[in-house]
């Protein structure tokens, strides 16, 4: 697998201008105030996060494959922007997420359970394709769908139940103001993380040790169905915690309600209040820095030859 730590530090403009080792990174970060910012989305905020994450953590050549293909795009300039796009529009809608039976207890060896496609099987045929390396044009679409994938995987509720469409079904007050999907996407980000996707990156990436980037990533040289299953049922884990309220364990399904297998059009409350956002903040900062660090692995695996 090509090195995907410590990385080079060459950023690019969506954070600094020289090099900054990584011990000082660490430093600086807890040097940053963050400032008021417009509100931005998950899928805007979050997907930034990640792929900034996996841009300073690229190799060299990685690196330079990278920038050479984002000289391409007409819209965006920055890879750590473009991972936005497929949202923009939403394209190959079934591949955002995976859902599972609600009784089950993770994914297997089927990736996409109830699905012919799904962000697993998505991620797995985007880096194959990448790596067929036929025309950058093709190539610059494949590079920012794989990133938008690799960061919904790592969702917790993108990995779900198709009935209340990934929590879409469960209200939420103050001060989301929303659903509990949107909570995970974005508001737990906005409200207990930061609304500055360059000093979130940077303090998240500061967090990130050696023996994270060998835990994480280390076998992506070898990503086959398997690993990538891995990643849905780390998040699938974390949806069906107990303290997400996002389902109840009952009888060995995972029900919408103690009283309700399925979603069936009784919209449920979650109190999804500052203490709510607060306690599960440490959770997605985790995965967050996951998805960066698998997002580069992957790169470096396709790019850095």
């Known amino acids: ?142 590079l920012k769908s794989l990133g938008h994938w690799v960061g919904n995987i790592h969702q917790p509720v993108h990995v779900s139940f198709k009935d209340d469409k990934g929590g879409n079904k469960i209200d939420v007050d103050s001060p989301c103001y929303s659903n509990l999907h949107a909570v995970w996407d974005k508001c737990i980000i906005k409200e207990a993380i930061g609304r500055d996707g360059r000093k979130v990156a940077i303090e998240l990436r500061a967090e990130i040790s050696n023996s994270d980037l060998e835990n994480w990533a280390g076998n992506v040289d070898r990503l086959d169905k398997k690993i990538v299953i891995g990643w849905a049922n780390e998040s699938f884990e974390i949806a069906t915690r107990a303290d997400v309220e996002y389902c109840v364990q009952k009888d060995g399904m995972c029900r919408y309600t103690i009283d309700e297998k399925e979603f069936a059009g009784t919209v449920k409350d979650v109190n999804a209040d500052m203490a709510y956002l607060t306690k599960h903040a440490p959770t997605v900062r985790m995965r967050l820095k996951m998805a960066g660090v698998r997002l580069a692995a992957i790169l470096n695996e396709v790019l850095g030859r």
């Open 1 to 142: 697998m090509a090195n995907i730590g410590p990385p080079i530090c060459q950023p690019t403009a969506d954070l600094w201008e020289t090099a900054i080792p990584r011990a000082a990174l660490i430093l600086g970060s807890v040097l940053v105030v963050t400032q008021p910012t417009p509100a931005q989305a998950w899928g805007d905020l979050g997907h930034e996060i990640i792929c900034e994450i996996a841009f300073q953590e690229l190799s060299r050549t990685a690196r330079r494959n990278v920038k050479r293909l984002m000289k391409l795009d007409e819209e965006y300039k920055l890879f750590s922007k473009s991972c936005r796009w497929p949202d923009h529009p939403r394209i190959r809608p079934a591949e955002h997420f995976v859902n599972l039976k609600r009784d089950s207890d993770g994914i297997k060896s089927d990736p996409c359970p109830i699905a012919d496609k799904c962000v697993i099987t998505a991620i797995l045929n985007d880096m194959r394709d990448l790596a067929l390396r036929e025309g950058n044009k093709e190539r610059l679409r494949l």
